[in-house]
C-alpha cells in the first residue's frame, strides 16, 4: 500500500491495456511523468521479510534512453539501500547494496514504448543456488541472459527490501531524479514468498501473456 501519491494520475487504459483478451481485466493504471516528479512512497512501521520477497507489475514505457527507477529502498548501507530501474541503455538492472553490489543487469534492451511488460522480480537469499537467490521474469518467462551478473555477492543475510524504512516508487531512493515516464497496472509486492510469475498471470487462448486475479495470494506483512 503505497500511502502518498505524488503527481500521479490515474488512466483509463482501454484497449492498451495489458489485460486485453484474458478473462481477467484490469481497467485503469497509474501515468507517471517524470516532469511532474511523480511518484509513490511508504515507510514501513516495522521491517517484514528482508530474505525473501517477490515484486510484480505490469509497466508500459513512455520514454526511453534515460535512467528511470521502478522501486527501490531508501539507505547508505549494503544492507538497507536497493534499486531496481530502467538504465539510461533501455537495460533492467536490479542493484541490492550500496558500496558493495549484488546485482544484474540484463542483455534485452527495452524500446517498445506501444508494449505493456510483466516484470516479476523473485529475491530469495536463502536458497544456496546463486541463481535462485535473484530471478527476473518478463512476460512470464525467465530471463537467464545477463550482461553483468553477480549474484554470488548475496549472502543469507537481511537486505534493504522490506526494512523499516522509505520505499519509492519511481525516483531515485536517496534524491529527487530518476522519475518513471510510464504507466503501471496491477502492482503487487509479496512479503515472505517467492513465487512464480503465474501466481500473476497466465497465457490465454491465443498464447498471449495476461494478468489474473490475485486477491487470492496472501500477502504478508507489508505486502
Do not use: C
Not at 517467492?194 to 507489508?222: I, R, V
Amino acid at each position: 500500500d503505497m500511502s502518498a501519491l505524488n503527481g500521479v494520475t490515474s488512466a483509463i487504459v482501454g484497449a492498451a491495456n495489458a489485460a486485453a483478451g484474458g478473462s481477467f481485466q484490469v481497467d485503469r493504471s497509474l501515468r507517471f511523468n517524470s516532469a511532474d516528479s511523480a511518484y509513490l512512497d511508504k515507510t514501513f512501521s516495522s521491517a517484514g521479510n528482508r530474505k525473501t520477497w517477490t515484486w510484480s507489475g505490469w509497466v508500459k514505457r513512455s520514454k526511453l534512453g534515460a535512467k528511470q527507477q521502478i522501486f527501490g529502498v531508501q539507505g547508505t548501507s549494503d544492507t538497507t539501500y536497493a534499486e531496481n530501474y530502467f538504465a539510461s541503455d533501455d537495460k533492467l538492472y536490479l542493484r541490492y547494496g550500496y558500496n558493495s553490489v549484488a546485482e544484474v543487469r540484463t542483455t534485452q534492451v527495452f524500446r517498445d514504448p506501444s508494449a505493456w511488460l510483466h516484470i516479476v522480480i523473485v529475491f530469495d537469499v536463502t536458497q544456496s543456488t546463486n541463481t535462485d537467490k535473484l530471478k527476473l521474469y518478463i512476460n512470464g518467462s525467465e530471463v537467464t541472459s545477463f550482461s553483468t551478473d553477480t549474484r554470488s555477492s548475496f549472502s543469507n543475510q537481511d537486505y534493504g527490501i522490506n526494512r523499516a524504512g522509505a520505499h519509492k516508487i519511481s525516483g531515485e531512493p536517496n534524491s529527487s531524479s530518476g522519475y518513471l515516464d510510464a504507466y503501471l497496472a496491477e502492482v503487487n509486492f509479496i512479503d515472505g514468498q517467492a513465487l512464480n510469475p503465474t501466481d500473476f498471470g497466465e497465457y490465454d487462448d491465443n498464447n498471449n501473456w495476461n494478468p489474473k486475479d490475485t486477491s487470492g495470494l496472501t500477502f504478508g506483512t507489508n505486502g
